[in-house]
């Protein structure tokens, strides 16, 4: 057995704080949800670049670290042109009326982009992407800005669309790269300054139905997403019915979609989802970003929003920003939180960093959740993997030492403390 914890001050440690006396008792029983795809991140310009920029050895020691023993991520997000993290906007044909993508080209993404998800390969060989546009080109928007704008929803327009996806899929084969899922916009409810397209629940379940589903075939899976409510707030006042549940009542879609992803308020929709298509395979999209400060208490907060998605049948996590530089803001002026940040040749891991570590180091590819009850149980996710070992991910969210029991041992966990415990 092993035990390793993370406090604000000490990380990453082999503990062995054993207690005579019992404690919350933590209760493990049957299997909750599905086999896991993974954790990983979403690997964007802006990221990539900044690690692009450490010596070689500092850098093989990041892809080393995220992608081989140390985290194995295995299930990463790509953007279909630019994200908010990109360094420019940006989209992958430009050339107004070219309904047939003759200009169609990834030339952009060899920059950075595809030369780290190669040297994540290299480590994780069975590494797997899925891909989300945050807006279609410009000329096939109005208004004909990244930012702001629906599509227009002629035919033509929307044959093209379909058909730059395929382009897309394609260009990043002959890469080696394999894009494994298609969810066909990011926040699709989201009218945002960085590159985003509103679609009506309508609009998207016929841009799906009658366009990519026939374009696509089964080159790829198709999945509802990313879906970013219901939330509060003035752009994010949706529903289930109005969206996902519309969608399902078209055959079409739901004869064919594979998941929903869902991200920020959407982590309210995923209870919809799960009562309602449990078919459907769900996962977390997007880490909930921060605001650049990399504290602890963030990190914390990471853990419960990642507890709640697996809770409710999520097969991944997926964090948001791999790296940043100093600044930890984007292009357009936000500050995020990132896995690590980079300054010159040095390289900070930051808490949540640590939070992720505690999943991703023990708990695999293809780990199911077991169920748990008792007065920790919302702060402890319990895994087992394909090796029929269980792992058991704890954290103590208090200020004080809190004694759990499990299976007749007595741990002590540090106050504010991660734990990954092979029980």
């Known amino acids: 057995m092993s035990w390793i914890v993370s406090t604000e001050d000490k990380r990453w440690t082999e503990c062995d704080n054993y207690s005579e006396s019992k404690g919350e008792e933590i209760i493990i029983g049957e299997e909750r949800g599905k086999p896991l795809f993974g954790f990983g991140t979403c690997m964007s310009e802006v990221g990539c670049k900044v690690i692009n920029e450490l010596s070689e050895e500092k850098k093989n020691a990041v892809y080393d670290d995220l ?12 953007s279909v042109g630019a994200n908010d993290f990109a360094l420019g906007w940006y989209s992958y ?17 060899k920059r950075y982009i595809i030369p780290a998800v190669k040297k994540a390969m290299e480590r994780s060989h069975e590494l797997r992407f899925f891909a989300s546009p945050w807006s279609p080109p410009t000329w096939m928007k109005l208004p004909p800005v ?10 033509e327009n929307l044959r093209a669309y379909a058909l730059y996806f395929k382009k897309f899929i394609e260009a990043y084969r002959n890469e080696g790269i394999n894009i494994a899922q298609l969810h066909p916009q990011n926040e699709i409810h989201a009218d945002q300054k960085f590159p985003s397209c509103v679609w009506s629940g309508e609009d998207f379940a016929r841009f799906i139905a009658d366009y990519l589903i026939p374009e696509l075939g089964d080159m790829v899976d198709i999945w509802y997403g990313t879906v970013n409510g219901p939330s509060d707030g003035p752009h994010l006042k949706v529903r289930h019915n109005k969206f996902l549940n519309l969608a399902m009542q ?25 009562e309602d298509y449990p078919q459907l395979d769900t996962i977390n999209s997007e880490w909930e970003c921060g605001e650049g400060k990399n504290t602890w208490d963030y990190a914390m907060y990471g853990f419960e929003m990642w507890r709640h998605y697996f809770a409710h049948g999520s097969r991944a996590c997926v964090y948001w920003n791999i790296a940043l530089d100093r600044r930890q803001e984007s292009t357009w002026g936000w500050g995020q939180n990132s896995l690590m940040t980079i300054d010159g040749d040095n390289v900070t891991y930051n808490p949540d960093y640590y939070m992720v570590k505690h999943f991703a180091n023990k708990v695999h590819k293809g780990a199911v959740m077991l169920k748990t009850r008792g007065g920790m149980s919302s702060n402890t996710c319990v895994f087992r993997n394909t090796d029929g070992s269980r792992v058991a991910v704890i954290m103590n969210p208090f200020e004080f030492e809190k004694t759990v029991t499990i299976e007749d041992k007595n741990y002590i966990l540090k106050p504010k403390s991660f734990n990954t415990i092979v029980l």
């Open 67 to 78: 992608f081989g023993e140390g985290f194995g991520f295995d299930y990463c997000r790509l």
């Open 93 to 109: 044909n430009e050339t107004e009326g070219d309904y047939a993508m003759e200009h169609f080209s990834i030339d952009r993404d």
């Open 146 to 155: 990244y930012n702001y704008g629906k599509m227009v929803m002629t035919d």
């Open 250 to 274: 078209n055959e079409v879609i739901r004869n064919n979609i594979k998941g929903v992803s869902y991200q920020w308020g959407g982590k309210i929709g995923l209870l919809n989802c799960e």
